[in-house]
């Protein structure tokens, strides 16, 4: 079976390409549960407990087979691939990875009594790695899913028992037995999903034992009281039982806003921070007092408000703000980003010891990635260009549209257009945007334009990249 | 058996008696008129694979070429990758006797290097002659001298090929396919013995003005310096620092046919300027993104072909600085003039200024022109380059990391390698227990905290 995992920094994300194993027989789903046949099947308390929460979450959890669309080839792509999720609300609400179903088409879901639906994509939160579906029930002639219910990550313990459930290489209905290896685990935010986007500033993770593999992802991480205290979403290449899961707490605030307005909506300010450690007596902070800033976003709020590397944030609108060490990081991000997007915030800092207080306006934080498009004639995609790209890339401007693929062997590839190149125009016109680009190219193909005059920027150099395409056909004969 | 030995030994002394007489007539003599000038150069030089730094030992052959002086091929004095520069050069004779030597320089277009020894030339050891000028036809046998592994006693060898193609565009070269990686900087001579340069590679690491024409290079191909390039260069040897060469300051691309006919030029051959650099003579010149250019001093532009930008390049390169250069110019359709000052091109990593802390073990660079390119680096940003780290040194147990860009230590600002060397010469003398690295890395900045360990290193 071929698994198309992606690996950075030794961890991968858990969804494996669909396969055969779908849909072979699964073991025969446990019978509906009560107190008698659990206690006669022996073990004791602890097995009792496990049977107990099994079963809070069972009749939730499904087996996630998303039809992907994937443009990095230059063409449209269909690609299946399998994860997990549970349904987490009335109505047929299931939460998964972005990574698993954030940009499919269509999604078939298994439950757990093996009925397959359809089910739709109601939106995703790339930042998060966070997407829900709805389960589309109106054929559906089984017995309602039951949603599982959300645990408080924020009490686990070290040590606490947990259980992954999920489709660990598209074996639906599996269950694995762990314990919390670490409540609070802070992976770099250096991550990118398979789309490109970078992924996990605002949260860290609880890292189980519990095994986890790929198909995992997307699937429930159960304490024994049966509630989900987190989402398994990634592991270790090459490790034994290193597995990570999104926590509950950020789970619920990303699907409750999935849910009301199909997206998350954040807010950005441009500030980058470090841990504080070892920099206080330089920077005159007290211990665990204040948030380093190491790095200003060019054009951002935070430089607008004068911000600069090593200012001292120890207040924002009068509350003290703090990160001493890399796990309180993803704190600090996520209080700017849960600010309503327009606000103007009171913030104290400390400048050479001096005490300095500015007001900084919140912008909307955007899109991490654009909308892509298949230019099927030229032979490429291009992919809308968004803020957040652009100060990912390093792009000087919004301007133009983002190669996302060249087909091999087409016009653009003879031509030279390369992956990462922005098209900045087309004939010498000028590519605002993926709207107008798409204009040129709608009216260049109607016309039936043979030579097509791409400027396109790369690196800190430029290219022009002449398209030379065959003359449509019942002409030049 | 007997006869065979008897053989041999007519031939060792005719070798010995006779050396003269046989020049005129064998690979043989050739072999021994030339391995007098063969040398085994070693040095030290740094790798940067995935970001992991570290010290390499290479083995390259070198030719001796005047009372001190001896050449080897640009790959070796050079490496690609970020601000390494070989060291503790050694140069070992055909004898066994052994000299300390220096790098002198690199000539970038012609891809040859320069290392000077320390001390007297070991008796026997006689430069290559570099008078005259031989020309090979194709399919004419050659030969070129190599080395043996080490601890193989004489250390020399010699390897067979052919010369399999004369080329003309972008610049005259003649291609062997005399094995490389046997011979790379070694003497190449004809059958009989007369000497026609040193061999060379084409292809990524090759000459630049031959960039381009290596193609998929599964397979190194082999070229042949000319006695005149080297007879050159070993009479004026490139200097490190000294800047020779002339350059305009922009990024370009062939007018190819389809193009000039795109934009209505006619048969117009030349170059698109695909960007301009700040502060270059091009930009004092006022040329533009978008121009194409077509003349160069009212003479056409013989380039069509992106393989062809070097003949460009190189009609740039080997002006003299100072001199004066008028284009003409393609803008929105509009022919118009420009005049363009040269002045020599920017300094390479090769040339850069560096400097070694021992305490803190690590090392820092000057930033050069390229560095801006390859950082996305704005004009005026001030820093010096991580090249070096030692991981378990003060420096590399702080977080440095090669590659960051040092923009402060404390609270002084760092411009240049002297700057790093002060700031640290006084936390030495202040036995300072902290000290605040201001860096950036991926485009963005961070602060480091370095704590040396004082007395306990």
Same mark, same amino acid.
């Given at each position: 079976?071929?698994?198309?995992?992606?690996?950075?920094?030794?961890?991968?994300?858990?969804?494996?390409?669909?396969?055969?194993?779908?849909?072979?027989?699964?073991?025969?789903?446990?019978?509906?549960?009560?107190?008698?046949?659990?206690?006669?099947?022996?073990?004791?308390?602890?097995?009792?407990?496990?049977?107990?929460?099994?079963?809070?979450?069972?009749?939730?959890?499904?087996?996630?087979?998303?039809?992907? /669309?994937?443009?990095?080839?230059?063409?449209?792509?269909?690609?299946?691939?399998?994860?997990?999720?549970?349904?987490?609300?009335?109505?047929?609400?299931?939460?998964?990875?972005?990574?698993?179903?954030?940009?499919?088409?269509?999604?078939?879901?298994?439950?757990?009594?093996?009925?397959?639906?359809?089910?739709?994509?109601?939106?995703?939160?790339?930042?998060?790695?966070?997407?829900?579906?709805?389960?589309?029930?109106?054929?559906?002639?089984?017995?309602?899913?039951?949603?599982?219910?959300?645990?408080?990550?924020?009490?686990?313990?070290?040590?606490?028992?947990?259980?992954?459930?999920?489709?660990?290489?598209?074996?639906?209905?599996?269950? /694995?037995?762990?314990?919390?290896?670490?409540?609070?685990?802070?992976?770099?935010?250096?991550?990118?999903?398979?789309?490109?986007?970078?992924?996990?500033?605002?949260?860290?993770?609880?890292?189980?034992?519990?095994?986890?593999?790929?198909?995992?992802?997307?699937?429930?991480?159960?304490?024994?009281?049966?509630?989900?205290?987190?989402?398994?979403?990634?592991?270790?290449?090459?490790?034994?039982?290193?597995?990570?899961?999104?926590?509950?707490?950020?789970?619920?605030?990303?699907?409750?806003?999935?849910?009301?307005?199909?997206?998350?909506?954040?807010?950005?300010?441009?500030?980058?921070?470090?841990?504080?450690?070892?920099?206080?007596?330089?920077?005159?902070?007290?211990?665990?007092?204040?948030?380093?800033?190491?790095?200003?976003?060019?054009?951002?709020?935070?430089?607008?408000?004068?911000?600069?590397?090593?200012?001292?944030?120890?207040?924002?609108?009068?509350?003290?703000?703090?990160?001493?060490?890399?796990?309180?990081?993803?704190?600090?991000?996520?209080?700017?980003?849960?600010?309503?997007?327009?606000?103007?915030?009171?913030?104290?800092?400390?400048?050479?010891?001096?005490?300095?207080?500015?007001?900084?306006?919140?912008?909307?934080?955007?899109?991490?990635?654009?909308?892509?498009?298949?230019?099927?004639?030229?032979?490429?995609?291009?992919?809308?260009?968004?803020?957040?790209?652009?100060?990912?890339?390093?792009?000087?401007?919004?301007?133009?549209?983002?190669?996302?693929?060249?087909?091999?062997?087409?016009?653009?590839?003879?031509?030279?257009?390369?992956?990462?190149?922005?098209?900045?125009?087309?004939?010498?016109?000028?590519?605002? $945007?993926?709207?107008?680009?798409?204009?040129?190219?709608?009216?260049?193909?109607?016309?039936?334009?043979?030579?097509?005059?791409?400027?396109?920027?790369?690196?800190?150099?430029?290219?022009?990249?002449?398209?030379?395409?065959?003359?449509?056909?019942?002409?030049?004969? | 058996?007997?006869?065979?030995?008897?053989?041999?030994?007519?031939?060792?002394?005719?070798?010995?008696?006779?050396?003269?007489?046989?020049?005129?007539?064998?690979?043989?003599?050739?072999?021994?008129?030339?391995?007098?000038?063969?040398?085994?150069?070693? !040095?030290?030089?740094?790798?940067?694979?995935?970001?992991?730094?570290?010290?390499?030992?290479?083995?390259?052959?070198?030719?001796?070429?005047?009372?001190?002086?001896?050449?080897?091929?640009?790959?070796?004095?050079?490496?690609?990758?970020?601000?390494?520069?070989?060291?503790?050069?050694?140069?070992?004779?055909?004898?066994?006797?052994?000299?300390?030597?220096?790098?002198?320089?690199?000539?970038?277009?012609?891809?040859?290097?320069?290392?000077?020894?320390?001390?007297?030339?070991?008796?026997?050891?006689?430069?290559?002659?570099?008078?005259?000028?031989?020309?090979?036809?194709? $399919?004419?046998?050659? !030969?070129?001298?190599?080395?043996?592994?080490?601890?193989?006693?004489?250390?020399?060898?010699?390897?067979?090929?052919?010369?399999?193609?004369?080329?003309?565009?972008?610049?005259?070269?003649?291609?062997?396919?005399?094995?490389?990686?046997?011979?790379?900087?070694?003497?190449?001579?004809?059958?009989?013995?007369?000497?026609?340069?040193?061999?060379?590679?084409?292809?990524?690491?090759?000459?630049?003005?031959?960039?381009?024409?290596?193609?998929?290079?599964?397979?190194?191909?082999?070229?042949?310096?000319?006695?005149?390039?080297?007879?050159?260069?070993?009479?004026?040897?490139?200097?490190?620092?000294?800047?020779?060469?002339?350059?305009?300051?922009?990024?370009?691309?062939?007018?190819?046919?389809?193009?000039?006919?795109?934009?209505?030029?006619?048969?117009?051959?030349?170059?698109?300027?695909?960007?301009?650099?700040?502060?270059?003579?091009?930009?004092?010149?006022?040329?533009?993104?978008?121009?194409?250019?077509?003349?160069?001093? $009212?003479?056409?532009?013989?380039?069509?072909?992106?393989?062809?930008?070097?003949?460009?390049?190189?009609?740039?390169?080997?002006?003299?600085?100072?001199?004066?250069?008028?284009?003409?110019?393609?803008?929105?359709?509009?022919?118009?003039?420009?005049?363009?000052?040269?002045?020599?091109?920017?300094?390479?990593?090769?040339?850069?200024?560096? !400097?070694?802390?021992?305490?803190?073990?690590?090392?820092?660079?000057?930033?050069?022109?390229?560095?801006?390119?390859?950082?996305?680096?704005?004009?005026?940003?001030?820093?010096?380059?991580?090249?070096?780290?030692?991981?378990?040194?003060?420096?590399?147990?702080?977080?440095?990391?090669?590659?960051?860009?040092?923009?402060?230590?404390?609270?002084?600002?760092?411009?240049?390698?002297?700057?790093?060397?002060?700031?640290?010469?006084?936390?030495?003398?202040?036995?300072?227990?902290?000290?605040?690295?201001?860096?950036?890395?991926?485009?963005?900045?961070?602060?480091?905290?370095?704590?040396?360990?004082?007395?306990?290193?």
């Amino acid at each position: 079976m071929k698994l198309r995992d992606v690996a950075l920094a030794g961890l991968v994300l858990l969804r494996p390409l669909a396969a055969d194993a779908a849909r072979r027989p699964a073991a025969k789903p446990p019978s509906a549960s009560h107190e008698a046949a659990l206690l006669a099947a022996g073990g004791g308390e602890l097995q009792r407990q496990i049977y107990l929460a099994r079963d809070r979450v069972l009749p939730a959890l499904v087996n996630v087979q998303p039809v992907l /669309s994937d443009f990095s080839s230059g063409q449209k792509e269909k690609q299946r691939v399998t994860g997990s999720g549970v349904v987490i609300r009335d109505n047929g609400y299931v939460v998964t990875n972005y990574h698993v179903a954030g940009q499919s088409e269509a999604v078939i879901c298994t439950l757990w009594n093996k009925e397959r639906v359809k089910a739709r994509l109601v939106g995703g939160d790339a930042l998060t790695d966070l997407a829900v579906l709805q389960l589309d029930l109106s054929d559906y002639k089984g017995a309602p899913p039951r949603p599982a219910v959300f645990g408080d990550s924020r009490t686990l313990q070290t040590g606490q028992m947990v259980m992954a459930m999920g489709s660990p290489f598209a074996l639906s209905r599996s269950l /694995s037995f762990g314990v919390v290896s670490t409540t609070d685990r802070y992976l770099s935010s250096d991550f990118r999903l398979p789309s490109g986007e970078r992924t996990g500033f605002f949260n860290t993770w609880i890292q189980t034992d519990a095994a986890i593999n790929p198909g995992n992802s997307g699937g429930p991480l159960v304490d024994l009281s049966g509630e989900v205290v987190g989402i398994n979403s990634r592991a270790f290449a090459l490790a034994n039982s290193l597995g990570f899961s999104i926590p509950s707490s950020v789970v619920k605030e990303v699907v409750d806003q999935i849910i009301r307005n199909g997206r998350v909506e954040r807010s950005w300010i441009g500030a980058e921070v470090q841990p504080l450690q070892e920099l206080e007596d330089v920077f005159g902070a007290d211990v665990g007092e204040g948030v380093l800033v190491s790095d200003v976003e060019p054009d951002s709020p935070a430089v607008a408000a004068g911000l600069r590397a090593g200012d001292l944030l120890t207040r924002i609108d009068g509350e003290p703000v703090s990160a001493r060490f890399y796990e309180e990081i993803p704190r600090f991000y996520k209080k700017i980003a849960d600010l309503p997007a327009g606000r103007t915030i009171e913030v104290e800092m400390r400048r050479d010891g001096a005490p300095v207080r500015v007001q900084i306006t919140t912008q909307e934080y955007g899109r991490p990635s654009g909308i892509d498009f298949e230019v099927k004639d030229w032979g490429f995609a291009v992919r809308s260009i968004t803020k957040q790209m652009a100060l990912d890339q390093r792009l000087e401007t919004l301007d133009g549209v983002l190669v996302a693929g060249v087909k091999a062997g087409g016009p653009a590839d003879l031509a030279g257009l390369s992956t990462n190149d922005v098209v900045r125009s087309v004939d010498e016109a000028g590519v605002p $945007g993926l709207e107008g680009f798409r204009d040129v190219y709608k009216q260049r193909v109607d016309g039936h334009a043979t030579r097509i005059m791409l400027q396109v920027r790369r690196r800190d150099s430029g290219r022009f990249v002449l398209l030379k395409l065959a003359p449509a056909k019942g002409e030049g004969s | 058996m007997r006869a065979t030995r008897a053989a041999i030994t007519i031939a060792l002394t005719i070798g010995t008696v006779s050396s003269a007489r046989l020049a005129i007539a064998s690979p043989h003599s050739g072999f021994e008129q030339y391995r007098r000038s063969v040398v085994a150069v070693t !040095y030290s030089v740094e790798t940067n694979v995935m970001r992991e730094v570290r010290e390499v030992a290479g083995r390259d052959v070198g030719v001796l070429v005047g009372k001190g002086l001896v050449l080897l091929n640009g790959t070796v004095a050079t490496s690609s990758s970020t601000g390494a520069q070989p060291h503790d050069f050694r140069v070992r004779f055909a004898n066994g006797e052994e000299r300390d030597a220096t790098l002198v320089g690199r000539d970038e277009f012609a891809n040859l290097a320069f290392v000077e020894l320390t001390g007297d030339l070991p008796a026997g050891a006689v430069p290559l002659p570099l008078g005259g000028k031989k020309t090979a036809a194709v $399919g004419e046998r050659v !030969y070129a001298l190599g080395l043996l592994p080490e601890n193989l006693e004489p250390m020399v060898r010699l390897t067979e090929g052919r010369i399999v193609a004369t080329v003309e565009r972008p610049k005259a070269l003649v291609i062997t396919d005399l094995a490389v990686e046997d011979a790379l900087g070694g003497p190449v001579f004809t059958e009989n013995g007369t000497l026609l340069g040193v061999l060379s590679e084409l292809g990524e690491a090759g000459p630049s003005f031959a960039q381009g024409l290596g193609g998929d290079n599964d397979r190194t191909t082999g070229l042949i310096v000319d006695l005149p390039t080297i007879a050159r260069l070993v009479d004026a040897p490139p200097r490190k620092g000294e800047l020779r060469r002339s350059w305009l300051g922009i990024t370009l691309q062939a007018l190819d046919k389809d193009k000039a006919e795109y934009w209505k030029l006619g048969d117009a051959t030349g170059i698109i300027v695909n960007s301009v650099m700040a502060g270059s003579p091009a930009a004092a010149a006022g040329l533009q993104e978008g121009d194409i250019v077509v003349t160069m001093d $009212g003479a056409k532009i013989p380039v069509n072909q992106d393989e062809h930008v070097p003949i460009f390049v190189e009609q740039i390169g080997s002006r003299p600085v100072g001199s004066k250069m008028r284009l003409g110019v393609v803008r929105q359709g509009r022919r118009i003039e420009a005049t363009v000052d040269l002045v020599a091109a920017p300094k390479s990593r090769l040339d850069a200024e560096i !400097y070694h802390s021992e305490e803190f073990e690590f090392t820092v660079r000057e930033l050069v022109f390229q560095d801006y390119r390859n950082f996305d680096l704005k004009p005026g940003f001030k820093g010096v380059l991580v090249n070096k780290i030692e991981e378990g040194g003060w420096a590399g147990v702080g977080g440095l990391e090669t590659g960051d860009i040092i923009q402060k230590v404390d609270d002084r600002e760092i411009v240049a390698p002297g700057d790093v060397k002060t700031v640290l010469a006084d936390a030495v003398t202040k036995q300072k227990r902290k000290l605040v690295f201001f860096v950036q890395r991926g485009g963005r900045t961070q602060f480091i905290t370095v704590q040396p360990n004082w007395g306990q290193s």
